[in-house]
């Protein structure tokens, strides 16, 4: 692994109203303040990996930025990070810059696309990521600052500003943050890592490029197929670059829902199947534009067929299906990019590839 | 990419994009990628219009390829 430029220092007013002042008008924050990264904070980041400070962690477009550690680091304290946040940080940097994921496109595009980060395994417990009640939503540290920390990254090392770099027509909430872990403990079947090919005392972290969540409510259904015909209908909409381009949809099904579902006697597998056959919208209801020259040729219906039906994955396993929230008769659905972007897994791993068991192996002594 | 292959290029694109297009060639190091340009939009158009631009932008991008610069 090749080393990338030092972060530079700056000498700067002393009170945090003047240094805030400083990062926005330079384009280096969100919107909202952000913790100085002085040397000695970004220093007690840094005592959190086994990485040298340089090293790269890839490379970010459409600057073609070279994300090192220590950059990573910088962009850590600005968000507000804990320090033993920073290996899952480095995990994530690593996954948006694989190809599989397309950096360019999910920074550029005028898609609201968000990287929705997904934490499983121990680690996502010791460092408390929010897997229950309100985890989209604001409350959890680690949550809040794991995904604001991505996004600057993604702004300060890859240039997706705004308006430049980031052509995002409306954008999303999403954009500021976007990270949970799995709920594993009431997940009815394997986790999302053990169902990837990852011991369960791996932890990973999972990069989507999605939409904000999409709200399945059903209160009514007492059974499986009551409930997944409900989050067929929600998925089945049209709008979503998964209707138009398939790609990876995730369904995060709440534990009530996924409890009922499970009892039913539906297997992870099934629910995948039953949303690919049920996910569908009719044809007839779109526009003749849309239909001719753009759909049919992602498809197999013959457009003038008033019984044809779209699609929102090409095969059942293309789709993601994790568990998370508190309880209650709510679920969501991620749309994606669509075929513009694939998920991506890693180990949150030391140096050496070797994943590590726990947060406290990274800690320097 | 296909540039760097030695086949000559020029990307069609809308003054709505330059900026994005400049900071992407830049960074990939092909400063003087040739463009064609033509104002934004390109959707939303009737079918006259949008023949009125492709018209209007073969000769551009001919001209950027055989330059071999930025139009």
Redesign the interface.
Known sequence: MSDGPRARTLQLPASFQEINTVFYERGWTDGLPIVPPTENAVAEMLAWTDRDPLAIVGVL????GEATVEKIAVNAVMAGCLPQYLPVIIAAIQAICDERFNP?GVQ?TTHPVAPLLIVNGPIARELSINSGYNCFGQGTRANATIGRAIRLVMMNVG?GLPG??D?STQGSPAKYSYCIAENEAENPWQPLHVELGFDAETSTVTLCGCEGPHNIQDHYSNSGEGILKTIAGAMGQAGSNNILGHGHPVLTLGPEHAATIARDGFSKADVKQFVFEHARYPVSKLGHEFTHGVLDRLNSFTPDDPEAMCRIIERPEDMLVIVAGGSGKHSSWQPTFGAYTKPVTLPIARQDGTPARSIEEFRRR | MLEKEGVPTAVVGTDEFLSLFKLESRSRGLPDLPVAITKHPLGGLREPEVLAKAEALVPQAVAAVLRGGAA
């Open positions: 477009p459409p600057r073609q360019d550029a240039g430049s770099g052509r």
